[in-house]
Structures are given as C-alpha cells and as structure tokens.
Nanobody, 123 residues
C-alpha cells in the first residue's frame, strides 16, 4: 500500500526555520512528482511547492517563493521542505502528496496524502 509519512513540524518563532520530511513507501517513488500543501483551520488546502521525478523542475506558491525550498532524495524515498524566514501566516498542517500527473497546483491532482505535520509559527 502507498504510504506517506510527514515529520519535522513543531513550534518555531517568526523568522525561524524548520525542515519537513515526507517518507514514502509502497510505490516506485523515483517515477512520481511530489508536492507539499498546507491547511490552516477554517481554510482550504493550498498549494505550497512541487517537484518532478528527477528534481529538474520545481514550482512554488508566490507566498513562499524565496523562503521555502523543496527537494528530494530518490535513494531514500524522501521529499523535503526546507522552510526559512517563517511567518505566523505559515502556521498550518503541512501535507505531502503524490502527483497523479495533473495540474500541479490543484490538490485534486494528487492521489495519495500523508496525515500531515503541524507547523506553528508564534512568538
């Protein structure tokens, strides 16, 4: 079975950094694009970043561009999200998803999801 398990979330002060990890299993990880989405209470799930199978292309939401970096290690079946210069508005549950090949910024284009990891940015 396909499994995606996020880790690395926590409480951090504004301006701080966190590195999220998503460990994948149950499929050939190196052939799939992967993405990160986030969801704050009472809000819709929103696109954060995505990376293709070979790491040759990455795309970011405007709100995180320049602060966040998505990467992957196919030998470890893991995708990462390095988050720097964190802001209170980054507070959300962050989810890792497996791309189904559709439009990358739509959540419906990801066919499997992890359970999420909480990121809280507060002083």
């Amino acid at each position: 079975e396909v499994q995606l398990v996020e880790s690395g979330g926590g409480l951090v002060q504004p301006g701080g950094s966190l590195r999220l990890s998503c460990a994948a299993s149950g499929f050939t990880f190196s052939t799939y694009g992967m993405g990160w989405f986030r969801q704050a209470p009472g809000k819709e799930r929103e696109f954060v970043a995505t990376i293709n199978w070979s790491s040759s292309r990455t795309y970011y939401a405007d709100l995180v561009k320049g602060r966040f970096t998505i990467s992957r290690d196919n030998a470890k079946n893991t995708v990462y999200l390095q988050m720097n210069s964190l802001k209170p508005e980054d507070t959300a549950v962050y989810y890792c998803g497996r791309s189904d090949g559709g439009t990358y910024y739509y959540s419906r284009s990801y066919d499997y999801w992890g359970q999420g990891t909480q990121v809280t940015v507060s002083s």
